[in-house]
Nanobody
Framework: EVQLVESGGGLVQAGGSLRLSCAAS????????IAWFRRRPGKEREGVSC????????LYADSVKDRFTISSDNAKNTIFLQMNSLKPEDTAVYYC?????????????????????WGQGIQVTVSS
């Protein structure tokens, strides 16, 4: 059974940093994409960043580019999202998602693709 478990969320002041982790277990896909999504209060879910092991390619939403960095620890099957220079508008529930294909090819595909596996979500709150 595939499981995704997020951790690392919490409360931080504007300008601060947090690192989210997504520990994946129970899968053995040759090619995959892991993505971070978020749902801000009163907003639709939106894509934040994705990573594919096909060629270690990553992608970022414009709203987080140059502030967030996605990385992987292949030995631990864990994906990280380093979030720096956080803003109050980054407040959201963050989810990681996994699929057995390379979806990390352009934002149109990456954010709308039907990811099959999802984590439970973790709250990030940025105070002003």
């Amino acid at each position: 059974e595939v499981q995704l478990v997020e951790s690392g969320g919490g409360l931080v002041q504007a300008g601060g940093s947090l690192r989210l982790s997504c520990a994946a277990s129970g899968f053995a896909f040759d090619d995959y994409t892991i993505a971070w999504f978020r749902r801000r209060p009163g907003k639709e879910r939106e894509g934040v960043s994705c990573f594919t092991n096909v060629d270690d390619r990553s992608l970022y939403a414009d709203s987080v580019k140059d502030r967030f960095t996605i990385s992987s620890d292949n030995a631990k099957n864990t994906i990280f999202l380093q979030m720096n220079s956080l803003k109050p508008e980054d407040t959201a529930v963050y989810y990681c998602a996994l699929h057995w294909a390379d979806y990390c090819r352009g934002s149109d595909l990456a954010w709308s693709a039907p990811y099959y596996y999802w984590g439970q979500g973790i709250q990030v709150t940025v105070s002003s």
